[in-house]
């Protein structure tokens, strides 16, 4: 593994942790803002693995996975997923946002988000 592949891998891997604490201390917002992050660089981490080039500066998950060029590997439970946590970096930003937000994301609803990132994430680990 190349050293830039190591520093996605192993950020990805801290912000799971923070999702894992932000849900143990019912911070529901931030949970699915840190998995969405973990995606967002284990995707990077898989870019750089392949390409010899910068994982791209974009927060786009379809996005990355299309450039990294496995995002028609996924199923349609993994892209739907990835659909569904896409709006999570951005409405977690934004105070006009957050009150939406929050009212939709239980503790039940978080454990789902954050089981289905550790599923994706150990997914991409093994192309890795």
């Known amino acids: 593994m190349n050293e830039k592949t190591r ?12 999702a894992e604490a ?15 992050q973990t995606i967002e660089k284990i995707f990077k981490a898989n870019f750089s693995a392949k390409k010899s080039e910068t994982a791209p500066y974009s927060h786009s998950l379809s996005y990355l996975a299309k450039q990294g060029g496995f995002y028609d590997s996924f199923t349609e439970r993994q892209k739907d997923f990835i659909d569904q ?9 934004y105070p006009s946002h957050k009150e939406r937000l929050l009212k939709s994301l239980t503790e039940e609803k978080c454990s789902e ?10 997914w991409i680990k093994e192309k890795l």
């Open 22 to 36: 932000m849900l143990r201390s019912k911070r529901y917002l931030y949970v699915g803002f840190m998995c969405h």
């Open 85 to 93: 946590i896409e709006p999570l970096n951005i409405e977690a930003r």
């Open 113 to 122: 988000i954050l089981q289905m990132t550790k599923e994706l994430q150990q």
């Open 7 to 18: 520093y996605w891998v192993e950020i990805s891997d801290y912000d799971l942790e923070t």
